[in-house]
């Protein structure tokens, strides 16, 4: 066998067989990798994000990778809810496990833990480097960077410097300061106490592996080094951003008409006899008239706040529907762009039907925004019930006031199409990543910059 990380050909071999794993495995196992691989990476994403802000653990990967999958008698894991939200339960759990483990593609254990409530019986599950690979492979998830590339945070503390050039910007964590500073000869950024500009040498590691970062991060907006078009319009984003605002501040008013109409509600049920006296009642036949003039247009208020945010949650999801299909077509951005995403809202507000989103041959978009679009088109039916943990709860009562009605189905499963193509298409990360620059092929052992370092 040829030596790990040695040219092109034992990448492609490599991948290849990751593949071949992935293929390999029925819908449910590959339910199962993609749940686990997804909590394996928030894990070390957080750990990494720790590290660069100079917070250090060095407990073993050997031993944070373990994943909590099933810990029965006890609240549900955030496994266990990931795949009942995939409407897979733990019926085959076991057996599932058993047949991941024996393809080499996670490991796992037992254990038994003392608790308040007695003994409970643990499983765990840790993916191996086969699993994460054919995970990638089979979800076209992003490469792992290579010896001498910045991590995510290092490249987005190298944009904001190239941004700001000639001016400063703060540079925090001990790791990072090591990636940008500390360890590159000749440095990326000079300054001190805390604010630096970025160097000569940090222009070139920008513009020579910019194309390369936009395919390992797509999450970071970087402008072009040769200055061509964003792909992703400032002005579309904005647009985006108001459309949201516009549902948050009709459910706000709705809140607030509720809560007038609720108090109102209250003055109207009092009923103490009022004292003797012409005056007294009188003035109580006043009270009880305001406050039905009160109630009724409290729920005049309230009705009102409602349409609104129905309106602005159908043209909410329009508008982030088709930025999804222009992303995922790779349609020219710019102000046309931006004029087409408006044009899509304005058709949208009196209909909650949206055009069905595009395939984007990304496992972890498709499953999602599929799924989203299949519940609220009536196409996509839970096979059983959630866990009764994860059921809706009553409406919530806090200091006798209660939660307004809450939207009708289709809406609020419009709302949740929306809100899942939004997390996508925001700042452009779905378009970088399905169309990135074309990267140019490095050399064996590393990226073409020399003097480079690990950040």
Not at 137 to 164: F, I, M, N, Q
Request: aromatic share 6%; glycine share 8%.
């Amino acid at each position: 066998m040829h030596q790990a990380g040695i040219g092109t050909g034992r990448e492609q071999s490599v991948a290849t067989k990751a593949q071949a794993a992935w293929e390999a495995l029925n819908p449910r196992q590959q339910t199962y990798m993609t749940v686990l691989y997804d909590h394996d990476q928030a894990e070390e994403t957080a750990r990494a994000q720790d590290a660069a802000a100079g917070y250090y653990d060095d407990t073993p990967a050997s031993v944070w990778r373990w994943i909590d999958v099933v810990t029965p008698g006890a609240k549900l894991t955030s496994v266990q809810r990931a795949l009942a939200l995939r409407d897979v339960r733990d019926d085959g759990a076991g057996s599932t496990l058993q047949a991941l483990q024996r393809y080499g593609l996670i490991e796992v254990r037992d254990e038994v833990v003392e608790g308040p409530r007695g003994k409970s019986r643990t499983v765990k599950a840790k993916l191996t480097r086969a699993g994460r690979a054919a995970v990638r492979a089979g979800t076209k998830e992003p490469g792992r960077r290579r010896a001498g590339e910045l991590s995510e945070y290092a490249w987005e503390r190298l944009v904001r410097l190239w941004r700001a050039d000639p001016g400063t910007v703060r540079i925090w964590g001990h790791n990072t300061y090591e990636a940008l500073v500390g360890r590159p000869s000749p440095p990326y950024a000079e300054g001190k106490q805390g604010d630096y500009r970025i160097t000569e040498a940090g222009r070139e590691h920008y513009r020579t592996l910019w194309a390369r970062y936009a395919v390992l991060y797509p999450d970071v907006a970087a402008p072009d080094p040769d200055g061509g078009p964003e792909p992703w319009p400032a002005e579309l984003q904005r647009t985006l951003d108001r459309m949201k605002g516009a549902i948050e501040l009709a459910h706000r008013a709705q809140w607030s008409a509720h809560r007038r109409y609720e108090e109102a509600e209250k003055d109207v049920g009092k009923t103490a006899a009022p004292r003797e006296g012409e005056a007294d009642a009188e003035w109580h036949a006043l009270l009880l008239e305001q406050a039905r003039a009160r109630s009724a247009l409290a729920l005049v208020h309230r009705e009102r706040a409602t349409e609104e945010a129905v309106v602005a949650i159908r043209r909410y999801a329009h508008a982030v529907c088709a930025a999804y299909t222009a992303s995922v077509e790779g349609r020219p951005a710019g102000t046309d762009l931006t004029t087409a995403v408006v044009a899509a809202a304005d058709a949208g507000r009196d209909s909650a039907k949206v055009p069905k989103p595009p395939v984007c041959g990304l496992h972890r978009v498709d499953t999602a925004v599929q799924e989203a679009y299949g519940t609220l088109a009536g196409t996509r039916t839970r096979k059983r019930p959630l866990p009764k943990q994860m059921q809706p709860s009553a409406r919530s009562v806090w200091r006798d006031f209660t939660d307004p009605p809450p939207h009708d189905l289709v809406v609020r499963r419009l709302l949740e199409l929306a809100r899942t193509v939004a997390s996508y298409v925001d700042g452009g990360a779905l378009r970088r990543e399905l169309h990135p620059p074309a990267v140019p092929d490095a050399p064996a052992g590393g990226p073409p910059a020399a003097g480079v370092t690990t950040g």
